[in-house]
């Protein structure tokens, strides 16, 4: 995917989530005329591969000189790694190195966590049923052969009272792939 495509992917995807904020809580998705989720929210999203979590532009002086320095931080979900990929003028590559450690989630994929639980039926009906509000965001990393281990992306969700005092439940979300609830509340109990 060229810079340009994937910068605009990114921007995209970022009005889209300031688009469904309100006042800094997230809004209720979208519904039809019977009370239902839309098609649009409620359908599955297909697998994805990599994203662009972060960018921007940067400058170094070579020779003296000021240089423009295009700068990305890709998660590939399929290894379960970020990436910083650095480009100069006319999209070449200049590096691509692996980060240890996962970068903290976007705005855009700790709402896809809170649409993915508010759409499950038992936790989105029990949230509806308090008037709860959404919280989180943190990621969750457990140790290889865990349900979140590498490859894992895990969101966690935090269902709270509408005052924000009591926690009602803690899932988590693992984006990779799109939309599975990995725990339906954290930590699990013995007896889970």
Not at 3 to 11: E, F, P, T, V
Not at 30 to 54: C, F, I, M, N, Y
Not at 119 to 139: T, Y
Request: charged content about 25%; aromatic content about 6%; overall charge negative.
């Amino acid at each position: 995917m060229k810079r340009s495509q994937a910068r605009a992917l990114a921007i995209s995807g970022l009005a889209l989530t300031l688009a469904a904020t309100v006042d800094g809580v997230l809004a209720e998705p979208p519904r039809d005329a019977s009370g239902a989720l839309s098609e649009q929210v409620a359908a599955p999203a297909t697998q994805r591969h990599e994203e662009v979590l972060r960018s921007w532009q940067d400058h170094v002086k070579i020779d003296g000189r000021d240089q423009p320095r295009f700068v990305e931080i890709v998660f590939d979900y399929e290894l379960g790694v970020a990436r910083r990929r650095v480009y100069a003028a006319q999209d070449q590559l200049i590096s691509d190195e692996v980060l240890a450690g996962q970068p903290r989630a976007t705005t855009a994929e700790i709402a896809e966590a809170f649409d993915t639980v508010r759409r499950d039926p038992e936790l989105g009906q029990m949230a509806r049923s308090v008037n709860a509000i959404f919280d989180g965001g943190f990621l969750l990393r457990e140790a290889a052969g865990e349900l979140c281990g590498p490859p894992a992306r895990c969101v966690q969700v935090y269902i709270l009272s509408e005052s924000g005092h009591e926690e009602h439940r803690r899932p988590i979300v693992d984006l990779n792939p799109r939309g599975r609830i990995v725990y339906r509340d954290y930590p699990p109990s013995a007896t889970d």
